[in-house]
T-cell receptor
Framework: GENVEQHPSTLSVQEGDSAVIKCTYS??????FPWYKQELGKRPQLIID?????GEKKDQRIAVTLNKTAKHFSLHITETQPEDSAVYFC???????????FGTGTRLKVLA | EAQVTQNPRYLITVTGKKLTVTCSQN?????MSWYRQDPGLGLRQIYY???????DKGDVPEGYKVSRKEKRNFPLILESPSPNQTSLYFC??????????????FGAGSRLTVL
């Protein structure tokens, strides 16, 4: 069946450095790719999303890139801060079925 | 305040005792779905609904039932819970936009333990 692979599973960076999380999806019909941040004990919340007709999207320190040919999309966080420490999930969704498939998550630790 | 409300937030039950986790949203969203979150496995979709009386299976539907009789409510039913259904459950909803799939708004989660 369809799946989304997410790497790495854990990532530690020094404060101020950049962090990159990568996802690969299998369903070529996927056309919506959101990223969610989940702080400890909290619900997942959207931080950025991209649709298949766009290759890159930025929002302040956060950016997402999409390579449809390779079925890859990545989250880039620049100038990381301690409050960026959380678990990040990528997801791929298909408009026709509205079926969302999530990656297994990346635990990001930003070391002060 | 726009929100997705789940109840109960915490529940400990025993094998075989039927239970229902309620989910309600006040945003007039067409789409609602249930996920379970387990360590190392991320969020896995159990069931989803694109509108009233329309439901479909996600990746892990075994042992669960849902219904969508009203637009705002999407209860998750465990007819005969088993220990492997011990998990953290999230309900989520979104608009069905013209552009397709949309941002999910999640409830606060329901932690279920089946003994």
């Amino acid at each position: 069946g369809e799946n989304v692979e997410q790497h790495p599973s854990t990532l530690s960076v020094q404060e101020g450095d950049s962090a990159v999380i990568k996802c690969t999806y299998s369903d070529s019909a996927s056309n919506y790719f959101p990223w969610y941040k989940q702080e400890l004990g909290k619900r997942p919340q959207l931080i950025i999303d991209i649709r298949s007709n766009v290759g890159e999207k930025k929002d302040q320190r956060i950016a997402v890139t999409l390579n449809k040919t390779a079925k890859h999309f990545s989250l880039h966080i620049t100038e990381t801060q301690p409050e960026d420490s959380a678990v990040y999930f990528c997801a791929a969704a298909t408009s026709g079925t509205y079926k969302y498939i999530f990656g297994t998550g990346t635990r990001l630790k930003v070391l002060a | 305040e726009a929100q997705v409300t789940q109840n109960p937030r915490y529940l400990i039950t025993v094998t075989g005792k039927k239970l229902t986790v309620t989910c309600s949203q006040n945003m007039n969203h067409e789409y609602m779905s249930w996920y379970r979150q387990d360590p190392g496995l991320g969020l896995r979709q159990i069931y989803y609904s694109m509108n009233v009386e329309v439901t479909d299976k996600g990746d892990v539907p075994e042992g669960y039932k849902v219904s969508r009789k009203e637009k705002r409510n999407f209860p998750l039913i465990l007819e005969s819970p088993s220990p492997n259904q011990t998990s953290l459950y999230f309900c989520a909803s979104s608009f069905r936009g013209a552009a397709g799939a949309n941002v999910l708004t999640f409830g606060a989660g329901s932690r279920l333990t089946v003994l």
